[in-house]
């Protein structure tokens, strides 16, 4: 059996986000438009940002879902997690 109302997401993890933020791509905000420039995900992927890893900028993010160790750790940082 395979549920055809499944939903797939592509996970972006902290560490990945800190290592952008480190190498000055990302100032303050991310946006999905960025995402798919930097093809960390498709134009059509629905992006769930995942806990792994640490980070430290103040980030305003916006994706499609968040797990919730990476919802508090983005908003211990000083960031912004928004919902699409």
Same mark, same amino acid.
């Given at each position: 059996?395979?549920?055809?109302?499944?939903? !797939?997401? %592509?996970?972006?993890?902290?560490?990945? +986000?800190?290592?952008?933020?480190?190498? /000055? =791509?990302? &100032?303050?905000? @991310?946006?999905?438009?960025?995402?798919? !420039?930097? %093809?960390?995900?498709?134009?059509?992927? +629905?992006?769930?940002?995942?806990?792994? /890893? =640490?980070? &430290?900028?103040? @980030?305003?993010?916006?994706?499609?879902?968040?797990?919730?160790?990476?919802?508090?750790?983005?908003e211990a940082a000083g960031?912004?997690?928004?919902?699409?």
């Amino acid at each position: 059996f395979t549920n055809m109302n499944r939903k !797939e997401y %592509r996970g972006i993890n902290l560490d990945t +986000l800190q290592g952008l933020v480190d190498s /000055g =791509e990302v &100032k303050k905000e @991310l946006t999905l438009d960025q995402m798919v !420039e930097m %093809r960390l995900a498709g134009k059509n992927d +629905l992006v769930k940002i995942m806990g792994r /890893g =640490e980070l &430290k900028a103040p @980030l305003k993010i916006t994706a499609h879902k968040f797990t919730a160790t990476a919802k508090a750790a983005i908003e211990a940082a000083g960031g912004e997690a928004i919902s699409l």
